[in-house]
Structure formats: C-alpha cells, structure tokens
T-cell receptor, first 112, second 118 residues
Framework: SQKIEQNSEALNIQEGKTATLTCNYTNYSPAYLQWYRQDPGRGPVFLLLIRENEKEKRKERLKVTFDTTLKQSLFHITASQPADSATYLC???????????FGAGTRLFVKA | GAGVSQSPSNKVTEKGKDVELRCDPISGHTALYWYRQSLGQGLEFLIY????????KSGLPSDRFSAERTGGSVSTLTIQRTQQEDSAVYLC????????????????FGPGTRLTVT
C-alpha cells in the first residue's frame, strides 16, 4: 500500500541554523509533492509545490528537493527562526492532482 | 477575503448519535476535500469533490460516513451512529483546481471541527 514516512521524532535546532526535514514514500509515483506547515489547533498552510520533473524549488528561506529515483523529498529552512517552530507535513498528489496523501508530519523546534 | 470556514468548531456527542459537520469553501474554488486528523497523526483523506463530477469517496472509513456538496459550494459531512473511534479533528480544504498551474493545487484549510464522542 502507499506509504509516506516523515521523521516521527521532533527536530530541535538552534536559531540561525538550517533545518532539514525528510519525506520518503513507497508504492507511489506522485506527479506533485507539496509541503505544508501546521501550527497547534490550526489547519495546515500551503508552503511549496514541486512537480515530478523538477529537482529543486525555492521560495525565500525555503528549499525543496524531489528525487523520484530515491522516492524522497528534502525540505530545508535556512537561517531558521523561533517563529518557524511548527509541524511540517509532506503531501503527495497523483497525476490528476485529486486525491492527496499526507504524511504524519515532523515537529520542528527552533531554539533562540 | 474570506477563507474556508467550518462549523461547529467543537462538537461533543454521545455514542450512537448522528452528527453533521459543515464546510464553506472559498468562493470560486471548484475542489473540496474532507480529512480526518487524530491526535498526533497525519491527515487521513476522506472524500474529494470536483465540480459536477462524481466525488471520490475512497477514503470514507465506513458506510456510517457520507458527504454531500450542494450547488458546488457548501459541503456537509455526516457521521451516523457515532463511535468513540470517530473522535478526531475533521478538516475541510478547498482548492482552485483550474488549469495546470501549480497554484491551482494549493489546498486552503479551514480551522477544523473537533469531534468528541463520549
């Protein structure tokens, strides 16, 4: 069955460092991969989308890579800030962009 | 502009009762999704509506769950004969879903309805 794995353990980093979160998937060939941010008690907020034929996408301090051979995406936050502390969710979409499968998310704590 | 709204924000119900959860998507968004999120878990896909097409119900966990979308806008998720394992946050999202621009696949989420079955 389709499976998405994100680090279940929280990631603790120091302010100013680069945070790197991992998303691995199996039994799936997504056309698109998205990253969302979720704060406690709130719905997820869209951050970035990357297509299967793209290797890398950047937006301000965010960078996403997508390796369809390894079936892995890496999500980087450079110059991290305490305000970046949240849970980050990886999501896969099929060709039609319809049904979306979400990972369980990785909790990030940025310490001042 | 207004985002996705959901009501009620919290619902406590007794086991065996029926509940209805409402979602008002962003105006003009053709796609609407329902998800369920249990404590500390990821989002579990429930159902997807796209325009006038038949909905994708493949994520509904049992026949006690149903959803409808009237007039291509407001959606209602109904859970019949609620069970304690139905307790979770139910999230609704909408997206533009027009064209092939990546932005059309962005999902905008509501704040969710926290359902507690006692």
């Amino acid at each position: 069955s389709q499976k998405i794995e994100q680090n279940s353990e929280a990631l603790n980093i120091q302010e100013g460092k680069t945070a790197t979160l991992t998303c691995n998937y199996t039994n799936y060939s997504p056309a698109y991969l998205q990253w969302y941010r979720q704060d406690p008690g709130r719905g997820p907020v869209f951050l970035l989308l990357i297509r299967e034929n793209e290797k890398e996408k950047r937006k301000e301090r965010l960078k996403v890579t997508f390796d369809t051979t390894l079936k892995q995406s890496l999500f980087h936050i450079t110059a991290s800030q305490p305000a970046d502390s949240a849970t980050y969710l990886c999501a896969l979409l099929n060709t039609g962009g319809f049904k979306t499968i979400f990972g369980a998310g990785t909790r990030l704590f940025v310490k001042a | 502009g207004a985002g996705v709204s959901q009501s009620p924000s919290n619902k406590v119900t007794e086991k065996g009762k029926d509940v209805e959860l409402r979602c008002d998507p962003i105006s003009g968004h053709t796609a609407l999704y329902w998800y369920r999120q249990s404590l500390g878990q990821g989002l579990e896909f429930l159902i997807y509506f796209q325009g006038n097409s038949a909905p994708d119900k493949s994520g509904l966990p049992s026949d006690r769950f149903s959803a409808e979308r009237t007039g291509g806008s407001v959606s209602t998720l109904t859970i019949q004969r609620t069970q304690q394992e139905d307790s979770a946050v139910y999230l609704c999202a909408s997206s533009l879903r027009q064209g092939t621009s990546g932005s059309s696949y962005e999902q905008y989420f509501g704040p969710g309805t926290r359902l507690t079955v006692t």
